[in-house]
T-cell receptor
Framework: KQEVTQIPAALSVPEGENLVLNCSFT??????LQWFRQDPGKGLTSLLL?????REQTSGRLNASLDKSSGRSTLYIAASQPGDSATYLC?????????FGSGTKLNVKP | DVKVTQSSRYLVKRTGEKVFLECVQD?????MFWYRQDPGLGLRLIYF???????EKGDIPEGYSVSREKKERFSLILESASTNQTSMYLC???????????FGPGTRLTVT
């Protein structure tokens, strides 16, 4: 069974810093990997999706990379802002199921 | 714009009650999912459905059942609620052949 791990569980950085969130998965036979943002008490908002054949995807200040062979994905956030404060989750898709990490809680201090 | 809605944002029920959580999507998606989310455990799949009247167990189906009578609606049923079912419940949908899952806002269920 696929296991997805996110490290660190929590991260606090000053505004303006660039940062990297990590996601690792045990089974490299994935269809895609998706990064989500979750605000407190809310549902999940999709940020980026990387298909298994891709190496990275970019949207604005966000860049996600995927290395299937090593079972790793990273989410890079450039020039962080207080509005980026949220929990970030990654999910690895295995045919019809998605396996989630437990998330990294990010706090960006003004 | 894609939309997944859930019937309640917050729900408080007593132990032993039968609880219905409703999820509706307006995207004509074939696949629908129910997850629960607990601190430190991430999202865990309870049940999913890939077509009307079709369902499959996820990783933690015990104590739950589901119903999908119409394509747009997927219901999660707690036959006899227990305190260990206090959690955030999230519904999602995905088009067959599509890549992304789309989530509803979640229902925070408290069982006392």
């Amino acid at each position: 069974k696929q296991e997805v791990t996110q490290i660190p569980a929590a991260l606090s950085v000053p505004e303006g810093e660039n940062l990297v969130l990590n996601c690792s998965f045990t089974d490299s036979a994935i269809y895609n990997l998706q990064w989500f943002r979750q605000d407190p008490g809310k549902g999940l908002t999709s940020l980026l999706l990387i298909q298994s054949s891709q190496r990275e995807q970019t949207s604005g200040r966000l860049n996600a990379s995927l290395d299937k062979s090593s079972g790793r994905s990273t989410l890079y956030i450039a020039a962080s802002q207080p509005g980026d404060s949220a929990t970030y989750l990654c999910a690895a898709r295995d045919f019809n199921k998605f396996y989630f990490g437990s998330g990294t809680k990010l706090n960006v201090k003004p | 714009d894609v939309k997944v809605t859930q019937s309640s944002r917050y729900l408080v029920k007593r132990t032993g009650e039968k609880v219905f959580l409703e999820c509706v999507q307006d995207m004509d998606h074939e696949n629908m999912f129910w997850y629960r989310q607990d601190p430190g455990l991430g999202l865990r799949l309870i049940y999913f459905s890939y077509d009307v009247k079709m369902k499959e167990k996820g990783d933690i189906p015990e104590g739950y059942s589901v119903s999908r009578e119409k394509k747009e609606r997927f219901s999660l049923i707690l036959e006899s609620a227990s305190t260990n079912q206090t959690s955030m419940y999230l519904c999602a949908s995905r088009r067959t052949g599509g890549e992304e899952q789309y989530f509803g806002p979640g229902t925070r269920l408290t069982v006392t």
